[in-house]
């Protein structure tokens, strides 16, 4: 079993067109959720059962705010919140490309810290807007549904192979 180290596994930004690293990324991470609703319960019980609703997700990225073309600063970042655009993401294992989640996201947070006597850095999250999707390492691609994990047909139509 292949061990996947934080300091291994990059957040990506794909701006215009571009695919860029997350500007020294110092953490980040990725929260799935799943809105649960009460059922009905049994006429002859007091105990409530659920069953899982709509799906979702968010990201944050914390890092150090440095200028570089070559990477996603802060600087742009400040300007995606301004603008309200969609932003597309991928985060993957650099060393070991074994899974690749990817999707899109809308900004909710960037924070600026700058202490006196350490580096200057950020912190920014993010909400997924649509589906969440994985790659496995045989290069598949999978779409995260109520249902689980389902394989996306691979003529890039996004579309799920039937079963």
């Not at 070559?70 to 899974?99: C, H, K, M, R, Y």
Request: glycine share 8%; aromatic share 10%; proline share 4%.
């Amino acid at each position: 079993m292949a061990e996947l180290l934080g300091k291994n596994f990059m957040m990506y930004a794909v701006i215009e067109g571009v695919q860029k690293p997350i500007a020294c990324a110092t953490s980040m991470a990725i929260t799935i959720t799943a809105d649960m609703k009460e059922a009905t319960k049994p006429p002859d019980s007091r105990w409530r059962s659920y069953y899982a609703g709509m799906l979702g997700y968010s990201a944050s990225v914390d890092g150090l705010f440095v200028i570089d073309s070559d990477v996603v600063s802060a600087d742009e970042f400040i300007d995606n919140i301004i603008e309200g655009s969609e932003l597309q993401w991928i985060a993957t294992d650099i060393v070991n490309p074994s899974v690749l989640y990817s999707g899109y996201v809308l900004q909710n947070t960037i924070s600026i810290t700058s202490p006196a006597e350490g580096f200057h850095t950020f912190s920014a999250s993010f909400t997924g807007t649509g589906a969440l999707t994985k790659t496995s390492p045989s290069g598949k691609s999978y779409l995260l549904t109520e249902d689980g994990w389902r394989l996306l047909k691979e003529d890039g139509s996004g579309f799920l192979l039937t079963e």
